[in-house]
């Protein structure tokens, strides 16, 4: 080998090497990096169940009951069970401070050609109909007496009675903590009872319950 031949060897040589210096640095390089970055993971919860109002039996039929002290006091008596009326709720979120009732209100008594019975002749005594083990604050209205009824001694299953019939916004039932009722099903029922004067004209009279629940 000539004397040039061995430069250009030596120069061809010591290339190579500062390649493979260059190449060593950045791969030292490469493994010093670290990078973060964030994903955000989102989830929208909707509310899910309801609190539903629900009546199994959509007519009375009340019956006369009449008694010897009603009939001298000049009256009629006629006598029938609301009933299949229950408040569930399954709603996954409750407000702390919510609570609901059902409330009723009734029309006058209508029969084709003749006089209305006043709807403040009909009368109610709510009460719990399954009663549930523990308490969740949930009570039955008070009972009140029709405009021509004899008021029962003693209290109702709802406490006190009152009096002038059922008006817009009695209460059938309510719950003083939705939270409290929360996951239960409530059913109630209602005696009913309408006095009438004994010479109000024979017919087949009709009248709408109309019931609310409402949560405040």
Known sequence: MNARARKQWIAGGALSAMLLGTIAMASSAAADVNQDEDVQIQVSVTPVGALTLTVANPSVTLTESTSDDVWAAGNREFTGTLDGVSVSDDRNDVGADAAWNVSGQVSNFVAAGLPEIE????????????????DFNVTPGQPIAGELQEVPAGEGPGGDWLTGGVQVGDLLVSAGSSAEANGQSFGVKAGLNLTVPKNTPS?????????????S
């Open 119 to 134: 709807s403040a002749n009909l009368g109610w005594v709510p009460e719990l109909a399954n009663p549930i083990p523990g």
């Open 203 to 215: 017919g087949a009279y009709a009248s709408t319950l109309t019931l609310t629940l409402m949560e």
